[in-house]
Structures are given as C-alpha cells and as structure tokens.
C-alpha cells in the first residue's frame, strides 16, 4: 500500500521557518520524482517544489530563495524547509510522488500518481 504521510506544519510567525517532512512507502522511493504543492482556501493546488531521482530540484518563482527542498532515500523521506514565510503562504501542503512531472513553462502541474492527506501551514502577519 502506498503511503505519503506530512507532517510538520502548524502556526507560525510572519519571517518565521517551518520544515515540512514526508514519509513514504509502498514504492521505490529512489526511482520516484517527489513534490510539494500547496492549497489556499478558494485557490487552485499550485506546485511549490519536487526533487527528482536524478538529484534535480524545481521552485516555483514565488518561493524561490526561501524554500529548500530535500531528500532522505535511507528514509524514503522528504523535507520542505521553509523560511521567511509570508502570509500568502498560507496553505495546506500537500506531498505527492510519480515517476514523471508535468509543467507547462514554468508552473509544475498538479498531475501525480500518489497524495497525502496535507498539513496545514498558517503564517500570521
């Protein structure tokens, strides 16, 4: 059974950090293309961060410079570090897995095999 749980979110300070972490099973980790997107209420998942097998990171425009992704094959884990949050990175994160991304340009589209269940992430002002 595959299994993709988050956690780490929670209520933190405008300017303030957050990691994220997921923890996968039920697929072979190594082989598979790992990814962040996040949900604001009333607002389409948009695609934050993915780290693909062969090592390659992706940052959407709006967190680049404050957000570092990871991952952990000894652990089939991956970590979101957040820092200098805003507001408007308010959302639930989700955590998703494929073999494959898509975009179109630079936007990382919300298409993967396998979700979490989301962690919430609240920056007050």
């Known amino acids: 059974e595959v299994q993709l749980v988050e956690s780490g979110g929670g209520l933190v300070q405008a300017g303030g950090s957050l990691r994220l972490s997921c923890a996968t099973s039920g697929f072979p980790f190594d082989d598979y293309t790992i990814a962040w997107f996040r949900q604001a209420p009333g607002k389409e998942r948009e695609g934050v961060s993915y780290?693909?097998?062969?090592?390659?990171?992706y940052y959407a425009d709006s967190v680049k410079g404050r957000f570092a992704i990871s991952r952990d094959n000894a652990k089939n884990t991956v970590y979101l570090q957040m820092n200098t949050l805003k507001p408007e990175d308010t959302a639930v994160y989700y955590c998703?897995?494929?073999?494959?991304?898509?975009?179109?340009?630079?936007?990382?589209?919300?298409?993967?095999?396998?979700w979490g269940k989301g962690t919430l992430v609240t920056v007050s002002s």
């Open positions: 780290t693909s097998s062969d090592g390659s990171t």
């Open positions: 998703a897995a494929d073999e494959n991304t898509v975009k179109i340009g630079t936007t990382l589209l919300p298409i993967m095999d396998y």
